[in-house]
């Protein structure tokens, strides 16, 4: 293996704060955040606008999202009876995808376009462990989730993935490696219709939800080891696929009842972002990005939606931090 | 802040952009109903879009009348459907 520092030549310093004046592509490791960093890469700079994106074909709520702004995959959908409807969406228009092969709605989602991952959802009543993964054509039946759910908190790659609480699961969480689910350590507060982010099974972040009447502002995060309670959101709001993004730049968008919030998060707090132009909750938001996402479907008013928002944060030229442990 | 109220039908891709959501505020509501900050630019998207202008009387009335279709027709379902969505609220426009 070749060591950095002779391919870029400067070596990965560990040190108690950020140095005043890094050159261009240096990495650290900040001991005091516990957090490995790099100089000038694009990060998140300034607060985000919402643009109206191509219509879903049909009114869709309840579904379920992955991939980006420019290759996005939404599936599932509780419009009427539990869907198994599937589409592509490619920055300006969507298009017919593979169909599930177990008609979901409430499911969670994660991964690509291309490597898509449904699991869990349908009616309260009949909550499913299913799970399924896309290869950009069609979906094929893997192994189930140790526990049927449904609005559950989900997110990930299709071969590295969490998920965790929803209705009627308490607080048991499990990972997917691509193969199986395997159970973790409970988080800290049950609920469900729950927003959620993140790009692998060790790193995910899971944010607001739904219990006893009352909408949550919660914040806990799965480092791979543990869960921890983190800053709370700024509003109250059931977020079930409404969360995108990774544990450090993370996206709340919409949500129940009706709102047009959307706030993002960046690893440690949360701040107000500019709203929806329409109040949506249950809509799909893209799992992969919280900078360069969408928002689609939803309910409004008692009324399914078919419209999708697309949502853009600048970007400059920063710090930026690589993984956390 | 004053608004302009209007029925307009979402086109998809484009309806508005980044930078209309940056010159003027929209917010979109059941019925087709687009409430729009009331200046030059916010004007001139509604004319651009083809928008019939209504009071906010006016707008308001059919909001309330697609919430009130939609709260007849939750309150119809059964207690299990009911937990997958609750009662649409009233929704009071700008």
Redesign the interface.
Known sequence: MTAYNVIRGLKVKYLGSDPSNPENGEVWYNTSSNTLKIKNVLIPSGTG???????LPAVN??LAGAGTQTSGLVFGS?TGPQSSSAYEYDG??WSGGGGLNNPQ??NNGAGSQSAGLSFGGG???SPTNKTEEYNGSSWSNVNNMGFTRTLAAGSGTQISAVVATGYSNGTRAQTYDGTNWSTISNVGSPRYSVGAAGDSDSAFVMFGGYISGANKTLTEEWNGTAWSEQNDMNNARQLYSGGCGTQSVALAAGG???S?KVESYNGTSWSNE??L???RR?GAAGSQSGTASFFAGG?????DQS??E?F?TPLSLGVGTISTV | MSYKYAIIT?????????Q???DFS?????GDVWVVGDNEKGVAWIANKNGVEKTKTEAQAI?DA??S???T??DALSE??K???????D?TLP
């Not at chain 2, 979402?10 to 980044?18: L, S």
Request: hydrophobic share 20%; charged share 20%; proline share 4%.
């Open positions: 606008t919402w643009g109206s994106g191509g219509s709520n309840g509780r300006s228009s709605g409430n009616p309260s009543g129940g009842p009706d047009n500019n709203n132009a329409t109040a249950s309910r409004n008013g008692g009324t419209i999708t697309e853009t | 979402n086109t998809g891709k484009d309806f508005f952009t980044h209309d959501r940056l929209i917010e979109g509501y059941i909001v697609k919430l279709t939609s709260q027709q939750w299990a459907d937990f997958n969505d609750s009662r649409p609220t929704i």
